[in-house]
């Protein structure tokens, strides 16, 4: 998702706030007025429910008497693909406003690009467009058409540099300014509960990582939505954190589930995430965008096919003889009808999940990328933008690949602090 066009996606956001802080086990705990406690969740067994399911059946009651503006995508459906936007004007309960992030509300847009401001066709209710936009920017927009009550349903894939992610933080912040209450309506994490990879260097802040959480946190929206408010909106709002946040949770959910599990169904969130396999990659093989390889867009499997023109049969006989866990690496050849290397022969791989639960994406990636540069010396190389800083949250991933380092040398240098991570996510976790 991540692209050089969103190097600029809330810069201004930025840099308007004080310093970051890196998380801690915090004294911040939720508070337990305004957040929803734990849920406890048993075996999965095909009825689990979003928080918007919960919510339609209750003829969205929840949320009667308020003035609400939906921030919401294609990815905000109920059970039976009918939108929530859709579903809450036939019930009687019409939002007041929507808001679009990447892609758009309805989601006509490529990467880094968004809808603009209009009027929804269907429903009538005016979309205004959240992508780049500033706390200061949806402040103004929330109060433009009135809006007491924002509502959050963006299904996500877990990785840190999906701009929805930042979206809601963003519009979180505007809620403080306007003393809006916040809801997400929780959906689960595709790729499951567990955390990895690097936690983002407070320095190197951009639209892709605004705080330092992990770059796979392994945590719903609602969970991180419990953790902004706590830990990192003070820092941005003079101390201030939102007058009311309601996380409605997923109903049946356990947090080890993958998407697979649940029974729900998969509408990509964005243009170049077809499926939910690809989801389980995305938080590795993304960093590839940081590359002068292809990632894949401009095929038919985003982020799964990899390669450049030059790369051979080599690098996927490599990558199987070290056993990485959960994948395996198929010698592939594509031509990509746009991006990188548009009409032009690439070889490559494509990776291949042989056992979902036990990849980890990250890892893989990094035994890509190490193993790309020794093969391939003339061909792989960094986008000269250093777009890869901004994807693993510091430069430390490119400096030591250059420097000659192995992928346990490099995954090894960040597992402190994504024990840390994982120790400062404990009191924010919804789900069993």
């Known amino acids: ?36 406690p734990p849920v406890a969740s048993g075996p999965l067994a095909g ?48 939002p007041v406003a929507a808001f679009g992030p990447e892609h758009g509300f309805r989601g006509t847009s490529q990467a880094g690009g968004s809808q603009g401001d209009y009027t929804d066709p269907r429903t009538g209710i005016p979309v205004y467009d959240a992508y780049n936009a500033t706390a200061q920017d949806l ?4 109060r433009k058409a009135g809006v007491d009550t924002v509502v959050f349903d963006i299904a996500g894939v877990g990785a840190r540099f999906y701009t929805y992610t930042w979206t809601m933080y963003v519009a979180m912040w505007a809620a403080v300014l306007t003393g809006a209450s916040f809801v997400v309506l929780d959906r689960p994490n595709p790729i499951g509960g567990q955390a990895y990879g690097p936690v983002l260097d407070p320095a190197f802040a951009t639209g892709v990582g605004l705080k330092p959480i992990a770059q796979q946190p392994g945590m719903t929206a609602g969970e991180l939505a419990r953790m902004f408010d706590a830990l990192y ?7 201030r954190r939102l007058a009311e946040l309601k996380v409605e949770p997923v109903r049946g959910y356990r947090r080890d589930a993958l998407f697979t599990d649940t029974g729900l169904p998969w509408v990509p969130p964005s243009p170049n995430m077809p499926t939910g396999d690809t989801a ?12 002068l390889l292809s990632e894949g867009r401009g095929t038919t499997r985003p982020f799964e096919m990899i390669g450049a023109p030059g790369i051979d049969w080599n690098w996927a006989e490599r990558l199987n003889s070290l056993g990485l866990p959960g994948v395996r690496f198929r010698e592939n050849y594509t031509v990509p009808t746009f991006d990188k290397f548009t009409g032009t022969t690439c070889g490559g791989v494509q990776v291949h999940l042989t056992d979902r639960r036990r990849v980890d994406a990250i890892r893989t990636a990094v035994a890509m990328i ?7 010396p003339s061909v792989f190389g960094w986008r000269p933008d250093h777009w890869i800083d901004d994807l693993t949250g510091s430069s430390r991933l490119r400096t030591m690949v250059d420097a000659g380092a192995d992928t346990d040398d490099v995954v090894g240098a960040w597992e402190d602090e994504l024990a840390r991570f994982r120790a400062a996510r404990e009191p924010f976790l919804l789900y069993g």
């Open 1 to 36: 998702m991540a692209r050089l066009s969103r190097r600029g996606f809330l810069a201004a956001s930025a840099v308007a706030g004080p310093a970051l802080a890196a998380p801690t086990a915090a004294s911040a705990a939720p508070r337990t007025a305004t957040a929803t």
């Open 47 to 94: 009825d689990v429910l979003s928080a918007a399911d919960v919510l339609a059946a209750q003829d969205w009651r929840a949320l009667a008497g308020r003035k609400v503006g939906v921030l919401t995508n294609p990815t905000g459906v109920l059970r039976d693909l009918t939108h929530i936007v859709d579903a809450m004007t036939a019930a009687g309960a019409r």
């Open 139 to 142: 402040a103004g927009m929330y």
């Open 233 to 239: 909106l003070p820092d941005d709002t003079g101390g």
């Open 280 to 291: 389980l990659l995305y938080p590795g093989t993304c960093m590839f965008e940081g590359t």
């Open 370 to 376: 190490v193993t790309a540069r020794g093969l391939y």
